[in-house]
């Protein structure tokens, strides 16, 4: 689906992109999917993750409606699908205006879900809550769900942690910060997360507890 109407304004209209272009119009969606490689793909199981924050807020028939397939955790999936349904999700959860708060709370609600499951609580029980050696497993753990960017993690002092994303195409800002809270509340642990960017996919996260 393409969604930039700007190159060619003659093009019949689709409902369904103009659905998607109207509730994205507060974050940078239609200029962010033609930059994207076509190597770029993620796990099903961030799609389904989105799907299970909507389920809890209510809001998840309007999203059917747009997407009616109903993704699978394992299979790869384009990464455009996933930013598409991200975007759409955070804009049904806080408001056309609000998308990017919609997206953090759909990346901490992923990370506080996983903790939940049985995975998670086995892994957090491993790790016995530290928060250095639970960022490593992540940042090891996310090289297996996604083929595109590359995180550099650095401890500049004994609770404080920088994550220095590259190439990352999914919104460091919003849902990526809101899955580094996840991942601290999952465990109890109170953080300061703050997202500084380069450009919009190149920045870092720094993270004092």
């Given amino acids: 689906m393409h969604l930039d109407r700007s190159s060619n304004p003659a093009a019949p209209s689709d409902p369904r992109a103009d659905a998607i272009l109207d509730l994205c119009r507060g ?37 059917k409606a747009l997407f009616p397939q109903r993704p699978s955790s394992i299979p790869w999936y384009p990464l455009s699908d996933f930013l598409m349904r991200l975007a759409v999700a955070g804009s049904l959860l806080a408001g056309p205006e609000r998308v990017h708060q919609g997206m953090f709370e759909i990346g901490r609600g992923n990370a506080v879900t996983f903790a939940e499951s049985l995975l998670g609580r086995a892994l957090i029980l491993l790790l016995d809550r530290d928060p250095k050696r639970l960022l490593k497993q992540g940042i090891a753990g996310r ?43 999952a465990i109890g642990v109170p953080v300061r997360a703050e997202s500084v960017l380069r450009d919009r996919f190149n920045g870092k996260h720094v993270l004092r507890w």
Avoid at 31 to 54: H, M, N, Q, T
């Fill in 27 to 63: 974050c940078d969606l239609a200029e962010r999917l033609p930059l994207l490689p076509p190597s770029a793909k993620s796990r099903g199981v961030y799609l389904v993750g989105i799907d299970r924050v909507l389920a809890k807020s209510g809001s998840f028939d309007k999203f």
């Fill in 143 to 185: 090289r297996q769900g996604n083929t595109h960017g590359h995180w550099e993690l650095e401890f500049p002092s004994e609770r404080e942690a920088v994550v220095t994303m590259t190439e990352e195409y999914a919104y460091i800002e919003s849902y990526m910060l809101g899955a580094a809270q996840g991942t601290f509340d």
